[in-house]
């Protein structure tokens, strides 16, 4: 039998210190906070191997969480990181353009964050 992976689960913190994933996280209610807890467990037992319908590749190495309204994204790291950006209550139609830029400036983000310690660390 092949050892389970643990996978660390890290909220993505802007300059100013806020994090916008645990904010939202903070607001949810009744079925989506339930929603939203179940999904970051799977999350955090499958890791990289969680397929639809509750994970959805965006495209970047940029994913989302998936339940009935919720939808929280994230990307992958090196070492069995999973980084949450931010979440959303999506009632109906396609994720809105502002927010797929603002999550994918967050990855940029952390992507240069984890460059810049890489070379540190050299």
Do not use: C
């Not at 509750?54 to 989302?64: D, M």
């Amino acid at each position: 039998m092949a050892e389970k992976t643990t996978w660390t689960i890290e909220e993505y913190a802007a300059p100013s210190g806020e994090k916008p994933v645990l904010k939202f996280l903070v607001g949810l209610e009744g079925r989506n906070k339930t929603d939203a807890a179940a999904l970051l467990q799977l999350l955090g037992e499958r890791g990289n191997s969680l397929r639809p319908p509750h994970s959805k590749a965006l495209g970047g190495g940029l994913f989302e969480l998936r339940a009935h309204e919720v939808r929280i994204f994230y990307i992958f790291r090196r070492g069995h990181r999973v980084v949450l950006l931010d979440g959303m209550v999506k009632k109906r139609g396609q994720i809105p353009d502002d927010v797929l830029k603002r999550v994918r400036t967050m990855r940029r983000a952390v992507e240069a964050a984890d460059r810049k310690a890489s070379e540190a660390g050299r």
